[in-house]
């Protein structure tokens, strides 16, 4: 009894009396609720510890099942849950702590299913026996919806790997986390939590795409001014790399690798890429800021664009002297001018007129001669005639003998005849055809 009341009942000392036992209820819900309050926060705090591998605790220490009990999560199995809002924004805290509040609200008390805990930037949620199955994925994502209102097309998730025990989430933290981050940069569409899959939960990865080989591509589009070709190139790396299971960090590391060496090696003979890269040392630096693929992707084009406005229309001069290159490096490749055509993006027509009038020679002679430079030099090594053929690009020795002797004004006939070994007279039938390969991967990263 907190206190009594004589009759006849004074009005003013009944108000009173009303008012101390409204002020004493209102105190005790304040401390019921700072008491809850504090064990709500001190189990957040512990699941937290445990997810992230911070608990002075080991993961097999016993002392973790009591905890468990304590907080009421005596389960079966852990698996963790990470949400994140979609794209950035900048009422994404707002959301965030708006759908964390109706989660903790769903799963409050001891025989809760779930517990929310702190997870910035990201919201925590350690389930109960973890999703075993596609109907439970389904429920899932139903309820996760259900809570996160109009919000959720704007809310993404992904699961952990299942855990036996509290003291283990942190493997299924940082699972949760590899996989959210990747899920994030790839912008991916559909339910909060991404369809159950195979295995431990990864998709099935491609290599990893052989940068360095892009590297060239992309310097060689570029310095012939096809921009165009230069997004494909980096288009279709991207896809590579989204199909290796690269997540972001790694897919911008990868790309500024790319584009840093692509454009370090056209400034050595890009005057215009030079200057774009020291009157603008972050255009390489900002790639690390972008939030996804699809931004990653525009300031990639953004990149190429810049080259070439600086650069202008390729030069009849530049692209003669890539083909010669390109010559000089696959001689020994099936070379024609049909496929160089579109690989520049031109007529074959033009392409050969404009070569002639460049060079002085028409391009099969050109490569002609590249190949009896070579041939002699391979010659002169002691190498037989049909071992020369096959390394220089002929598909039969009758034909390499045949170009030897009707080069205009060439004697390399009679000082290869004078190496032991190498006599033509001996020589019969054709060899066998070699196929030449290599020189097509050119041809599909820039002509689609």
């Given at each position: 009894?907190?206190?009594?009341?004589?009759?006849?009942?004074?009005?003013?000392?009944?108000?009173?009396?009303i008012a101390r036992i409204r002020d004493m209820l209102v105190a005790e819900h304040e401390k019921r609720r700072q008491s809850e309050a504090e064990e709500q926060w001190r189990r957040e705090q512990a699941i937290r510890s445990a997810a992230y591998g911070t608990s002075p605790l080991s993961a097999?220490?016993?002392?973790?099942?009591?905890?468990?009990?304590?907080?009421?999560?005596?389960?079966?199995?852990?698996?963790?849950?990470?949400?994140?809002?979609?794209?950035?924004?900048?009422?994404?805290?707002?959301?965030?702590?708006?759908?964390?509040?109706?989660?903790?609200?769903?799963?409050?008390?001891?025989?809760?299913?779930a517990a929310v805990f702190p997870a910035d930037p990201y919201i925590g949620l350690v389930i109960r026996d973890g999703i075993r199955g596609c109907r439970e994925a389904r429920e899932w994502n139903e309820t996760l919806r259900g809570l996160c209102g109009e919000a959720a097309d704007r809310i993404?998730?992904?699961?952990?790997?299942?855990?036996?025990?509290?003291?283990?989430?942190?493997?299924?933290?940082?699972?949760?986390?590899?996989?959210?981050?990747?899920?994030?940069?790839?912008?991916?569409?559909?339910?909060?939590?991404?369809?159950?899959?195979?295995?431990?939960?990864?998709?099935?990865?491609?290599?990893?795409?052989?940068?360095?080989?892009?590297?060239?591509?992309?310097?060689?589009?570029?310095?012939?001014?096809?921009?165009?070709?230069?997004?494909?190139?980096?288009?279709?790396?991207?896809?590579?790399?989204?199909?290796?299971?690269?997540?972001?960090?790694?897919?911008?590391?990868?790309?500024?690798?790319?584009?840093?060496?692509?454009?370090?090696?056209?400034?050595?003979?890009?005057?215009?890429?030079?200057?774009?890269?020291?009157?603008?040392?972050?255009?390489?630096?900002?790639?690390?800021?972008?939030?996804?693929?699809?931004?990653?992707?525009?300031?990639?084009?953004?990149?190429?664009?810049?080259?070439?406005?600086?650069?202008?229309?390729?030069?009849?001069?530049?692209?003669?002297?890539?083909?010669?290159?390109?010559?000089?490096?696959?001689?020994?490749?099936?070379?024609?001018?049909?496929?160089?055509?579109?690989?520049?993006?031109?007529?074959?027509?033009?392409?050969?007129?404009?070569?002639?009038?460049?060079?002085?020679?028409?391009?099969?002679?050109?490569?002609?001669?590249?190949?009896?430079?070579?041939?002699?030099?391979?010659?002169?090594?002691?190498?037989?005639?049909?071992?020369?053929?096959?390394?220089?690009?002929?598909?039969?020795?009758?034909?390499?003998?045949?170009?030897?002797?009707?080069?205009?004004?060439?004697?390399?006939?009679?000082?290869?005849a004078s190496i032991p070994g190498n006599d033509f007279s001996r020589l019969t039938g054709p060899h066998p055809f070699l196929p030449f390969a290599s020189f097509s991967r050119i041809r599909r990263f820039l002509v689609r």
């Open positions: 009894m907190d206190g009594y009341l004589l009759k006849p009942v004074d009005e003013d000392e009944l108000t009173g009396f097999d220490d016993p002392s973790w099942d009591a905890l468990a009990a304590r907080l009421g999560m005596e389960w079966n199995g852990y698996q963790v849950i990470l949400l994140a809002a979609k794209r950035g924004g900048e009422d994404d805290g707002r959301l965030l702590a708006s759908v964390k509040r109706k989660l903790a609200e769903r799963f409050a008390g001891q025989s809760a299913t993404a998730g992904a699961c952990g790997d299942i855990a036996v025990s509290l003291g283990r989430i942190d493997r299924s933290f940082a699972s949760a986390s590899r996989r959210l981050n990747r899920r994030l940069f790839w912008c991916e569409d559909g339910d909060i939590l991404p369809p159950l899959s195979d295995g431990d939960g990864e998709t099935s990865a491609s290599p990893a795409p052989d940068t360095e080989k892009i590297v060239d591509e992309l310097f060689l589009a570029l310095d012939i001014g096809h921009r165009e070709a230069a997004a494909r190139i980096a288009n279709d790396a991207l896809k590579a790399m989204e199909q290796s299971g690269m997540d972001g960090p790694e897919c911008r590391s990868a790309a500024a690798h790319i584009a840093s060496a692509a454009l370090h090696k056209l400034s050595a003979v890009n005057t215009a890429a030079a200057s774009l890269l020291r009157e603008r040392p972050d255009i390489l630096s900002d790639i690390y800021e972008t939030a996804d693929a699809e931004s990653l992707r525009r300031h990639l084009n953004g990149i190429w664009e810049a080259v070439a406005e600086r650069s202008g229309a390729a030069q009849p001069e530049r692209i003669v002297k890539q083909m010669k290159e390109l010559i000089h490096r696959n001689y020994d490749q099936n070379l024609k001018l049909e496929t160089l055509a579109e690989v520049f993006h031109y007529n074959s027509g033009y392409l050969g007129k404009l070569f002639k009038s460049e060079t002085g020679d028409y391009f099969n002679n050109y490569v002609d001669k590249v190949r009896m430079e070579k041939a002699k030099e391979l010659l002169a090594q002691g190498l037989k005639v049909h071992q020369v053929a096959e390394r220089v690009g002929y598909s039969t020795v009758d034909y390499f003998t045949a170009n030897l002797k009707n080069m205009p004004g060439n004697r390399l006939p009679h000082f290869a």
